[in-house]
């Protein structure tokens, strides 16, 4: 599998047979050059975690996907995805509504993508993404989780491979101070950005490893 970051919290998750993006983000969420890379995908599935402008944005994607949105089970040519309800901020909904976790088994991996989360796990949920061997988390605070509650997050799930989202990679010099943040909470040095993740079952980390993307 080839995972790539378009930005904010859209990921394209290329397995042998099935092209995936979460959350499609629109042109005002994301750079110019970002934008029209997803202008450019074609997908077989695309999912939403919630009904917001920067992670909506279907009629961005070509090949006439299937669209996913909320909790439930779904099967899509070959590919097994679990939503999971969830809250966009730490009191329920009340403030921001809900948000939808989505469980993805591709290509003998199991990948989670979390959304706009805006809290630590609950049983029900760490239930669910237990299973996760690469985790897919915001960590830019706002109205999602900060770093602090993403490094929470990861040692309740414990995944093989962390990618970072939901943060804006400045274009000068130096670390975005939410990854800077990130990094500290999770004990790494400074980590390379790559342009995409390509991974195995068999090619999975012994031990954690965050991953770093440059978005496209």
Sequence with gaps: ?????????????????????????????????????????????????????????????????????GPGEYEISDVLITGVASYHDD???????????YIIHMDDLVICHLGDLGHVLQEQQLEEVADADILLLPIGGGNSIDATQAAEIISQVEPRVVIPMHYHPEKTEGIPAQLNKFCREMGVEAIEPQ????????????????????PR
């Design 1 to 69: 599998m080839e995972i790539s970051w378009l930005g904010h919290s859209c990921f394209q998750l290329r397995g042998k047979n099935v092209v995936l993006i979460a959350d499609p983000v629109t042109p005002q969420q994301a750079d110019a050059e970002v934008a029209s890379q997803l202008s450019k995908v074609n997908a077989s599935i695309v999912t939403v975690s919630h009904d917001h402008p920067g992670h909506n944005y279907v009629q961005g994607v070509g090949g006439n996907p299937r669209v996913v949105r």
């Design 195 to 214: 342009p995409k993740f390509t991974v195995t079952k068999n090619s999975l980390p012994a031990t954690m490893q965050v991953v770093l993307l440059t």
């Design 91 to 101: 009191e329920r909904g009340k403030k921001l509504g809900r948000n939808t976790i």
